[in-house]
């Protein structure tokens, strides 16, 4: 007899990938569009100096794209996942589904696989991807840079394309690139320039190192600084001009520009952890891999966060995936200081907040399959209660405050203008004085005196009682009595 083959649902796992790769690309696709706008703002003055074409321009700034998505794909996956899944909860389709006996566990094989090729991409572009778009930067970079210097330098006229520094050529020969009559102002580090005069010179370059030099043949140099002013004369005069290429472009002894292995290899060679520049290129090599790892344990976390969502409740896995994203990028930034300052060995450092986020990944992945809120009732009461000591004080403290204030400015604002006439029938009652026998009207200056210990209830019972009112409350009494007889 044959056993029964076990079959997958895979019309239910597709269905549970579109629901999450939807929301995936339209995050994706938002974020970029973010990243795009804060990486273009340095790059417009670059842009603007060079002059350069639209397809340099699309050429230039597409080697940034690695950069950003290593950063913006997990943030858009983990944003994709629990949307998606919010969306199922709010129909009740996860309820539909629990009630047709699938449990979250048989959820998760399409989610991991999602994850996990949404990870996969991102590492491509981790260890593939970004020393390619590096180097690519720094040669386009040189490039541009050097063509405006070529077209800059023309015979007869002065330059100012490097900076600094003017140069005026006599004559360039077209076919060798040798200048003849060549005369250069350097006002590198200093007010008053240093006049270089030659008979021929000619300009070399040097991609590695982002530089043009500038050599000078059977000339002087011309130093007018008083008092020590300076003639040399030179057979051979060299000058080196490095190019500064935008804040995102490689420099000189770039990490971004190394592959993996030449990571390790240039490592070693400078001393691996025991120095400063062995550790940052061994965090480098470990920050390549930990993204990607990070961006599948994001993802798995995406679920349970996607969950808490329900009819008639508010979708807070959205805004706690943003929180927790901004703690695991804290997390990372500080281990990678950590291990930098030697303060934990770099392996164990740089994977503590994977380690961190996984665990709280697996928890709550737990806790929702077993219908539980995703943070222990006892763990809430113990953050509620201490909270409550903390700044329970603090806010009897300003309450007590406001309401001081409050009764502070009370008379102020319920005082009756002088001159004004009270009716003989008051909203609030008399405050009668029992030691001088006198009564007070609301808005009396003495009306809250701690001498008034009775109330009456309109000023007919008060005279009857033997009290009388007090001189500012008499005059308010015949002013009123006078309107009235007026009428």
Request: proline share 7%; charged share 15%; hydrophobic share 45%.
């Amino acid at each position: 007899m044959k056993s029964p083959s076990l079959r997958l649902p895979f019309l239910l796992y597709s269905y549970l990938a579109t629901e999450m790769l939807a929301p995936f690309f339209a995050s994706f696709l938002i974020m970029n569009c973010v990243f795009f706008l804060v990486k273009l703002i340095p790059f417009l003055n670059f842009v603007l100096d060079l002059k350069i074409g639209f397809t340099d321009f699309v050429r230039l700034f597409s080697y940034l794209f690695p950069n950003m998505f290593l950063y913006s794909i997990p943030m858009a996956a983990m944003m994709g996942i629990t949307i998606g899944f919010s969306r199922l909860a709010n129909d009740s389709e996860i309820l539909a589904f629990k009630a047709g006996g699938i449990s979250i566990y048989q959820i998760l094989p399409p989610v991991i696989v999602v994850a996990f090729l949404i990870a996969l991409l991102t590492s491509y572009f981790s260890i593939v991807l970004i020393p390619v778009s590096e180097v690519a930067m720094k040669q386009l970079t040189y490039q541009l840079l050097k063509e405006k210097i070529d077209k800059g330098i023309q015979e007869h006229q002065f330059t100012e394309a490097l900076g600094d520094l003017v140069v005026y050529v006599g004559k360039i020969d077209q076919e060798t690139g040798e200048w003849q009559d060549v005369w250069v102002s350097d006002m590198r580090g200093q007010v008053i320039p240093t006049i270089t005069m030659a008979s021929s010179g000619k300009m070399n370059s040097d991609v590695e190192r982002m530089k043009v030099t500038i050599i000078l043949r059977n000339g002087s140099l011309h130093r007018p600084d008083t008092p020590n002013s300076q003639v040399v004369q030179f057979d051979r005069y060299q000058l080196n001009i490095p190019l500064q290429p935008p804040a995102a472009a490689a420099n000189s002894f770039s990490r971004g520009t190394l592959t993996m292995p030449e990571l390790l290899a240039k490592a070693r060679e400078f001393g691996g952890s025991s120095t400063e520049k062995g550790r940052v290129l061994i965090i480098e090599y470990h920050k390549r891999l930990v993204l990607p790892t990070g961006c599948l344990i994001l993802c798995l976390l995406g679920l349970p966060l996607g969950l808490q969502a329900g009819p008639g409740r508010r979708a807070i896995g959205i805004p706690m995936g943003l929180a927790v994203f901004i703690l695991y990028y804290v997390l990372f930034t500080f281990a990678k200081m950590v291990a930098k300052d030697q303060t934990l060995p770099i392996g164990p450092a740089m994977w503590g907040p994977n380690t961190v986020i996984l665990l709280m990944a697996l928890f709550f992945i737990r806790q929702v399959s077993n219908e539980q809120p995703l943070i222990p009732e006892k763990i809430t009461s113990f953050i509620v209660i201490n909270l409550k000591k903390v700044f329970s004080p603090l806010f009897n403290r300003l309450q007590s405050a406001i309401i001081a204030f409050i009764e502070r400015i009370k008379p102020i604002r319920t005082a009756t203008p002088t001159g004004a006439a009270p009716s003989t029938a008051q909203p609030l009652p008399l405050h009668g004085d029992a030691r001088n026998r006198i009564f007070h009207l609301a808005g009396c200056k003495d009306y809250n005196d701690d001498h008034c210990t009775l109330e009456f209830r309109d000023i007919e019972v008060a005279i009857a009682a033997g009290f009388k009112p007090c001189e500012s409350c008499r005059k308010r009494i015949e002013l009123a009595r006078s309107a009235k007889s007026g009428q």
